[in-house]
């Protein structure tokens, strides 16, 4: 398989009043085209601002990043944001849906944004999707009448709207109980096996039960990088 993510020798660092303070060791990383792939680490660890970064919502100080054979490294902000919503589904902790737009809607809008769905294709398209996830009793509902997990549902049903094929997600199951968390997992395992590349970034060690590979990160260093599944060919 061909690798999709590749980190070269990036790092992060942020300027505090006098000091440097390093987030991100210098590390490479690489990841392969339909692979999935779990972050783990304690709070503080740099686990989200690697994601960021594999995303272009943040840049790294240093290094390449080249995902999906684009080096975003140096993408203006414009493009960057254009490249993002063809490539990459975002999938966040807190949910993030519009609170004023319906379920619908908010899923339409990356559609809207990126054009890369023809308009009048677009709302059968997001109803598909909410069959996916299992809500299409929810579609003309606002998100604050929702649950946690039929959020976190809504939310992975709008990171596939342009039908990226890499998906992101940052403690997706960070708010959820345990049952809906293992729900949640499931759904990612299976828009695995449709072949998108799922990435999650977390500090719960159930991910390791779902991932093929776990890339462990401490105090901003890679540790170590290792398959959990016996049998695949991850290294």
């Known amino acids: 398989?061909?690798?999709?993510?590749?980190?070269?020798?990036?790092?992060?660092?942020?300027?505090?009043?006098?000091?440097?303070?390093s987030v991100l060791k210098p590390m490479d990383l690489t990841i392969q085209s339909g692979e999935f792939v779990?972050?783990?680490?304690?709070?503080?660890?740099?686990?989200?601002?690697?994601?960021?970064?594999?995303?272009?919502i943040d840049s790294c100080s240093s290094g390449r990043v080249i995902v999906n054979s684009t080096d975003i490294s140096h993408l203006k902000a414009g493009a960057l944001d254009a490249w993002r919503g063809r490539n990459i589904g975002l999938v966040f902790?807190?949910?993030?849906?519009?609170?004023?737009?319906?379920?619908?809607e908010n899923i339409m809008l990356p559609m809207d944004f990126c054009k890369t769905i023809a308009a009048?294709?677009?709302?059968?398209r997001a109803r598909a999707l909410l069959g996916k996830v299992g809500l299409v009793d929810k579609e003309n509902k606002f998100p604050a009448i929702l649950s946690g997990g039929e959020k976190q549902r809504v939310a992975i049903?709008?990171?596939?709207?342009?039908d990226a094929p890499i998906i992101l997600a940052d403690e997706p199951t960070g708010n959820l109980d345990s049952k809906t968390?293992?729900?949640?997992?499931?759904?990612?395992e299976e828009l695995n096996r449709q072949g998108k590349t799922v990435i999650?970034?977390?500090?719960?060690?159930?991910?390791?039960?779902y991932a093929q590979r776990t890339v462990t990160i401490t105090d901003g260093e890679i540790v170590s990088a290792l398959p959990v599944r016996e049998g695949n060919s991850y290294v």
């Open 120 to 124: 009048k294709q677009r709302r059968t």
């Open 181 to 188: 968390a293992m729900r949640i997992f499931a759904l990612f």
């Open 200 to 209: 999650i970034v977390s500090h719960d060690p159930c991910t390791r039960d």
């Open 93 to 104: 902790q807190f949910f993030q849906l519009i609170p004023t737009l319906t379920v619908l």
């Open 157 to 162: 049903a709008r990171s596939l709207a342009n």
């Open 38 to 56: 779990s972050i783990f680490g304690k709070s503080g660890s740099g686990k989200s601002t690697l994601l960021n970064i594999m995303s272009g």
């Open 1 to 21: 398989m061909n690798n999709i993510i590749n980190l070269q020798g990036i790092s992060k660092t942020y300027k505090s009043e006098s000091r440097l303070i």
